[in-house]
């Protein structure tokens, strides 16, 4: 089973899986980008981190209970 890294993306407002399959990250920096985007309280931790989403936009993400604090709806989603 791939790592799957969720995160809240703020502009599409929905909780988003981050992984190596959708180019998400290629490199071990790229993964920890991931990482702390999924785990960013704005405001407290620090500025949003941009990341691509799927349409190769720019958009903020910030920690993913934002939006699903318990990622199960994403989970059956993803199968």
Do not use: K
């Not at 309280?41 to 941009?50: H, K, Y």
């Not at 920690?63 to 199960?72: Q, R, S, V």
């Amino acid at each position: 089973q791939p790592l799957r890294v969720v995160a809240s993306a703020l502009t599409s407002e929905c909780s988003v899986a981050l992984g190596s399959d959708e180019g998400s990250w290629r490199s071990l920096p790229e993964l920890a980008h991931c990482m702390r985007a999924s785990m960013l309280l704005p405001g407290i931790c620090g500025p949003v981190v941009p990341l691509n989403n799927s349409r190769g936009e720019v958009e903020p993400h910030a920690d993913a209970m934002l939006f699903e604090p318990i990622p199960y709806r994403l989970a059956v989603r993803e199968g």
